[in-house]
């Protein structure tokens, strides 16, 4: 269990460009000592630490439940993407506007901005060969949705995560090269300062999004919609169920999702009955839709349902 392969393959390819940007990064900004280079370099680490603890968010997802976590640890997959998130916001942005802040009270010039250039467009081919790698899974698992209204329906932050980091990084080189043009060719070195800040925002604002819908998930989102129409309609389907008056789903992990029933029973159905069109209803739904790990089923009327809700939503 855990996120899908495609998503996985994502992950380490923006591990790999991750690790060889940062390296080269590095070494141009102690070289030329350029602040929005430095901020490159400190977006590109973070970004690494960020991969690797999605994949250990993904490996600990895939845990057997247990006695002390029931319903498994899929969820720990969501958590780790929060604090991926978090990451982005409080050491990307927060130490690229800082160091922004600094060179713009005490510019510097950049000691060699051929270096910069250099280095730029190996981290643009770097990152843009891990954008496209998660670009292009991401359009397969948001299918004919649009992209806003699949980032929002996306169990799967795995997905979205890399694809938002790697824009963010692309966007970031291209300030970087602005600034550094600005810098040496105005003699202006502020500009390098500016583009650091710039950075710094872009980041910021990726982490926001990230954050909220990281968050959205870990809280729990029930599954799409189209799952809970299927589900609905195979237990309408089994000969004893009247009706089939709702269901709750909460999504666990990418591929973990837990379903409360709510269905009415024949009258002259017996206990052993019951349990046995539970029984069906169980196989039928985890043989159709592997990503249910556990159903639990609620006999009641219709009208005890709508009550029911009616609490539930009123808060009382």
Same mark, same amino acid.
């Given at each position: ?46 970004? /690494? ?58 510019? *510097? $010039?950049?000691?060699? $901005?051929?270096?910069?250039? +250099? ?7 770097? *990152? ?28 799967? $932050? ?42 710094? +925002?872009?980041?910021?604002? /990726?982490? +926001? ?9 870990? =809280?729990? *989102? ?14 309408? *389907? ?42 069906? =209803? ?5 043989? /159709? ?11 009641? /009327? ?15």
């Amino acid at each position: 269990m855990g996120s899908a392969p495609s998503s996985r393959h994502a992950v380490f390819a923006a591990l790999a460009g991750n690790i060889l940007v940062a390296l080269t990064k590095a070494v141009a900004a102690v070289w030329t000592g350029s602040s929005s280079m430095l901020s490159e370099a400190v977006h590109s680490v973070v970004d /690494t630490g960020n991969e690797v603890l999605l994949l250990y968010g993904m490996r600990q997802a895939r845990a057997r439940a247990d006695a002390e976590h029931p319903l498994g640890y899929g969820r720990e997959f969501y958590f780790w993407s929060f604090i991926v998130a978090l990451l982005i916001f409080a050491l990307g942005a927060g130490v690229s506007i800082i160091q922004g802040i600094a060179h713009v009270r005490a510019p *510097e $010039p950049i000691k060699d $901005p051929l270096v910069n250039y +250099v280095v730029l467009a190996l981290a643009f081919l770097f *990152e843009g060969g891990s954008w496209w790698i998660s670009l292009r899974q991401f359009k397969a698992a948001k299918g004919s949705s649009g992209f806003v209204e699949g980032f929002r329906r996306s169990k799967d $932050p795995a997905s979205f995560m890399v694809l938002f980091e790697d824009s963010a990084a692309l966007i970031g080189i291209l300030i970087a090269a602005a600034g550094t043009f600005a810098s040496s060719s105005l003699d202006a070195p502020v500009y390098d300062g500016v583009a650091s800040i710039a950075i710094g +925002v872009v980041l910021a604002a /990726t982490a +926001v999004l990230l954050a909220r819908e990281s968050k959205s998930l870990l =809280i729990g *989102e029930q599954a799409d919609a189209r799952l809970n129409q299927s589900l609905l309609r195979l237990a309408a *389907e089994q000969p004893g169920v009247v009706h089939a008056n709702g269901v709750i789903t909460v999504q666990l992990a990418p591929d973990q999702v837990v379903v409360n029933l709510s269905l009415e029973f024949a009258d002259e159905l017996r206990a052993p009955d019951i349990e046995r069109v539970v029984l069906e =209803i169980e196989k039928s739904v985890c043989s /159709t839709h592997a990503e249910v790990v556990a159903v639990f089923i609620k006999p009641q /009327t219709p009208q005890t349902y709508r009550e029911a809700v009616k609490r539930r939503e009123s808060g009382s």
